[in-house]
Each structure stands twice: as C-alpha cells, then as structure tokens.
C-alpha cells in the first residue's frame, strides 16, 4: 500500500449494500467469464443465471457464506465474498466466491490487505483452507495469489484452482 493509505479492515455487508452488489456481481460474473474466461455472451449469461441459485439459494442469508466490505480511511476499497465448502477433492475449506478492489484505489495494496484479512476470516471460522478461481487472463491476480503462498491444484480451460492451507 502507498503509505498514505491506511490499513483496510473488513466489516460485514449491510443489506441495503449486498442488494447492490448482488446486482453488480452477477454483471460482473457474466463479463469476467466473456472477457477473461472466452465464453459467448449467451453461454455465459446462461450459466450465471444457473450458478446464482445454486450459490445462494436463501440470498444473503444462504448458510455459510460471508460478504464483506473492506475499508480504509473510512471509505470503502473493497467487497469480499467467502463461502465455507466441502470439496470432494479439496476437503473442507473457505472459498473465495469474489473478491474486488474498486476501481480508483487499484494499485495501492488493497488487494493484498483483503486477502490477508480474508484468511484472517477463514481461520476465525475454524478452517485451515482457503481456495479460490482466478481465469488465466487475470495475470495480476495471479501473481498477488502467487506471492500470498497459493498454489495451484488445477487448471481447466479458462483458468485455474488455487489453494493455500494456513
């Protein structure tokens, strides 16, 4: 972070504020996966609209997930979306479901605080994993991931699983 930012520190979503991402993250889903993940418009607003309900079955009251709003200076520089999971492959462990530094305050370190406050998150909940999907196009995403000590436990057409036991 340039040292004028302070530090970022997570607090929960307000509902007011999970009702505009919702919105935002499923344009979001659906642009990442035609930018970064290569997939046609209608295949990949098909699959959003198949995933979200699967996710999130109750909205934002679907047991196990987390939404977070990361601060810093008392404005808000990130949102932060985790969601505990028993993967077949994987075993028990936190996923990163989203994970995004608004777009003015890129660049500052924001990105690297959240994760490190996200894994902060993971360990309070009683996990030692934490996991996540970044496309392969994402190569910032992938470097900061890198540097964090994920590893990559699969790749797939368009990206790759990363995890990281803490």
Not at 45 to 65: F, M, N, R, S, V
Not at 89 to 111: F, K, M, N, S, T
Not at 122 to 132: M, N
Request: glycine fraction near 10%; proline fraction near 5%.
């Amino acid at each position: 972070m340039a040292r004028s930012d302070p530090p970022a520190t997570l607090r929960p979503m307000t509902a007011p504020e999970w009702t505009a991402w919702a919105g935002q993250i499923d344009r979001g889903y659906v642009e990442q996966m035609v930018d970064m993940g290569g997939m046609a418009r209608h295949d990949a607003e098909a699959k959003a609209a198949a995933d979200w309900p699967k996710l999130l079955p109750d909205g934002p009251l679907t047991a196990g997930h987390s939404y977070f709003v990361a601060e810093a200076g008392g404005r808000r520089v990130a949102t932060l979306w985790l969601g505990q999971r028993d993967d077949e492959l994987d075993g028990p462990l936190v996923w990163v479901y989203d994970v995004e530094v608004d777009a003015d305050v890129r660049g500052r370190g924001h990105g690297r605080a959240v994760m490190l406050l996200a894994e902060d998150e993971v360990r309070r909940s009683g996990f030692s994993r934490i996991g996540l999907n970044v496309f392969a196009r994402n190569v910032a995403a992938i470097a900061l991931y890198t540097s964090l000590g994920y590893r990559v436990v699969r790749t797939h057409d368009t990206g790759q699983n990363m995890l990281k036991d803490l």
